[in-house]
C-alpha cells in the first residue's frame, strides 16, 4: 500500500512524514523539483506479537505501508509544470493524507485556516484532473471513432461517461462523491483521477492547541467528511521529535502530554479504514506475518496474496481466529477443542484471522 502526503508549502507536510516514518527528511519547500521523500513503515500491530510469543518464529514480518511526501507548488498541478514523476506519485497512491496548517507562523505568511487550504488544494487536484479529461475526449472526439466494432461501441460509452464527469470537475467538485456504477468505476480506474483517492485530512496543530483536537476533528468532519474523506488531527512537530524517541521513552512522552497514542499507528488505521483493508495472519515456527486484504475477500484471495501457486492449487483453508488461537495456546488445542475450521474458497477471511492454507503443488 502507497500512500502520499500531499498539501499546500507551509502545511509542514515534511514533518508529519518525519513523524510517521521515523526519519528525518529536511523540511522546507523544495519547488517540487527534488525527488519525493520515501520511507516504508511497519504496520504496529499488537495481534502479530502475541502470536510471536506463541510460536517463536525464526521471523516475524509485520505488513508495511510506503509513504512518499511530494513537493509540488501551489497552483502547479493543473498547469502540466510539474515533473511527470512527481505527479505520477499522487496519481499511483492507494489513498492521500492531506496536511491542513492550523498553526501560525511557518514558511508563510498566510493566516491559518486549514478548511481554506484544503479547499484551494482540492480545487487545484479537480483542474488537473479536468486537464486529464478534455484531453481524452479531444482524442476520442477524432480518433476514437474508427477501429472494430467493439472498440467504438468501448469508446462511445467512454466519451459519454468523461462527459458525464466534466462538468463536475469543471464546477470544482471532487469525484468522490459522484454515484458510479461497477463497470463504470472500471472504466474510469486507469485514469487515476486525483480527486477519486480516498483522503485522511491531518490537520496539524501546535502543542498548544492539541487539548482542541477532538473539536477542529469534528468541525472538519461534518464541513468536509464525506464519502472517502476523514479527519485527524496531530501536533506533526511534536510527533516528529517522539518519532525518534526509542519506544520506551515515547511512551512516557506521550502519558506525561495525555495521549493515547503515537500518530503512526493511528493514521495507519485510519486509512486501513478509509480503503477498507483490514489484516490476516499467518503463524507457525518458522514464521508470523500479517497480510493485507480489503474487506470482502475471500480464501482464495488470501492465497493469493500470499503466493500466487496456492491460488492456483488451493484445496482448503484452515482458519481460527487469533482470540480462538491465543485462548488455546497452540494450533492442536485449537484443532481439539474444535474452534480450527476447515473453510473452502468462497470463505470470507475476516480481521484477525489466522490462515494456513493447504494446496496442491501439482496444479
Not at 483490514?278 to 470482502?296: I, M, P, V
Amino acid at each position: 500500500m502507497q500512500v502520499t502526503i500531499v498539501g499546500l508549502p507551509g502545511s509542514g507536510k515534511t514533518t508529519v512524514f518525519n513523524a510517521l516514518t521515523g526519519v528525518q527528511a529536511e523540511t522546507g519547500f523544495s519547488g517540487g523539483r527534488a525527488a519525493p521523500n520515501l520511507a516504508v513503515v511497519k504496520v504496529p500491530d499488537s495481534r502479530l506479537d502475541r502470536l510471536a510469543d506463541l510460536f517463536h518464529p525464526r521471523k516475524t514480518i509485520p505488513a508495511d505501508v510506503t509513504y512518499a511526501d511530494v513537493a509540488i507548488p501551489a497552483g502547479a498541478a493543473g498547469e502540466g509544470t510539474v515533473a511527470p514523476d512527481l505527479l505520477a506519485q499522487v496519481r499511483n497512491a492507494d489513498a492521500l493524507v492531506h496536511v491542513v496548517r492550523a498553526f501560525d507562523g511557518g514558511a508563510t505568511d498566510r493566516s491559518a485556516d486549514p478548511w481554506r487550504d484544503l479547499e484551494e488544494l482540492d480545487l487545484e487536484y479537480a483542474v488537473a484532473d479536468l486537464d486529464v479529461v478534455q484531453r481524452r475526449l479531444e482524442k476520442l472526439r477524432t480518433s476514437g471513432r474508427h477501429g472494430a466494432p467493439a472498440e467504438r461501441v468501448a469508446n462511445a460509452l467512454e466519451e459519454a461517461l468523461l462527459e458525464r464527469i466534466e462538468p463536475h470537475l469543471g464546477e470544482g467538485h471532487s469525484l468522490r462523491g459522484l454515484t458510479l456504477e461497477e463497470d463504470e468505476e472500471k472504466r474510469l480506474r486507469g485514469y487515476r483521477f486525483l480527486t477519486q483517492k480516498p483522503v485522511l485530512v491531518l490537520v496539524n496543530l501546535d502543542e498548544g492547541s492539541l487539548a482542541k483536537a477532538a473539536s477542529i476533528e469534528a468541525e472538519g468532519q461534518a464541513r468536509n467528511g464525506g464519502p472517502q474523506v476523514m479527519v485527524a488531527a496531530l501536533a506533526g512537530k511534536l510527533e516528529a521529535e517522539i518519532a525518534q524517541l526509542s519506544p520506551e521513552d515515547a511512551g512516557l512522552f506521550l502519558e506525561d502530554l495525555g495521549i493515547a497514542e503515537a500518530s503512526r499507528g493511528r493514521v495507519i488505521r485510519l486509512t486501513y479504514d478509509l480503503l477498507g483493508l483490514f489484516s490476516f495472519f499467518t503463524a507457525g515456527e518458522d514464521e508470523c506475518r500479517a497480510w493485507t486484504l480489503k474487506q470482502g475477500a475471500t480464501a482464495v484471495d488470501a492465497a493469493a496474496a500470499i503466493h500466487s501457486d496456492l491460488a492456483r492449487g488451493f484445496i482448503r483453508a484452515e482458519v481460527v481466529t487469533f482470540d480462538d488461537l491465543i485462548a488455546c495456546g497452540s494450533t492442536a488445542e485449537a484443532r481439539r477443542r474444535g474452534v480450527l475450521r476447515s473453510e473452502g474458497k468462497s470463505y470470507e477471511v475476516r480481521d484477525g484471522d489466522v490462515i494456513e492454507v493447504l494446496f496442491n503443488v501439482a496444479r
